[in-house]
């Protein structure tokens, strides 16, 4: 058995807005594009991608984690728009945004990112941004169609939900995609 895991943390979504959700992925499958969609039970929001880690090294950062969640209290959040990155001409990732206490999310994340430093995973280079990945595109699509589908799904908004835990997890990628097994999770205070 390996020593080393791959490992991400992340805020849970509420079921309630995951259902939402997956109602916007089955209607743009409707359309027929040629995407891998992220299983509705695996969407979340991404705070630090940590990569390839050694087991041993999950108490220290459950540690960081736990410090971070500690300095913030519940934040009051909505799923908000559709679009991909980089760009329409060229979508690799299809996703829906996050609004409401934005401030307070990157706090979050930029105190998490300085914990995680100190303990020797390098900080983030680019700026954060909040998204909820749908799906990643892997081959050309039609341009136009796409940008129907988005624009058929472009208000699409949620209710507003509480997050209030940071989770540690396991990544397994697998044919079937990625699996993911929570090693912990902390309550924002």
Same mark, same amino acid.
């Given at each position: ?45 991404? $705070? ?85 990945? $749908? ?55």
């Amino acid at each position: 058995m390996s020593n080393i895991i791959r490992t991400f943390i992340a805020v849970e979504i509420p079921e309630k807005i995951i259902s939402s959700i997956a109602r916007v992925q089955e209607g743009i499958k409707n359309y027929g594009f040629k995407i891998r969609w992220v299983r509705p039970e695996s969407i979340h929001l991404t $705070l630090k991608f940590l990569g390839n880690i050694e087991v041993a090294d999950t108490e220290n950062v459950g540690r960081a984690v736990f410090r971070a969640s500690k300095e913030y209290t519940p934040l009051s959040l909505q799923v908000k728009g559709i679009g991909v990155f980089p760009g329409i001409k060229r979508p690799r990732v299809v996703w829906v945004g996050i609004t409401g206490q934005l401030e307070t999310l990157v706090g979050l994340q930029k105190t998490l990112d300085k914990n995680l430093e100190a303990i020797g995973f390098p900080k983030e280079k680019r700026p954060f941004k909040g998204h909820l990945t $749908l799906g990643r595109i892997k081959k050309k699509i039609d341009t136009n169609t796409f940008i129907e589908a988005l624009d058929t799904f472009g208000n699409f908004e949620t209710e507003t939900f509480t997050a209030d835990r940071v989770v540690l997890y396991k990544s397994e990628l697998k044919a079937s995609g990625a699996v993911y097994t929570k090693l912990m999770s902390a309550r924002l205070a």
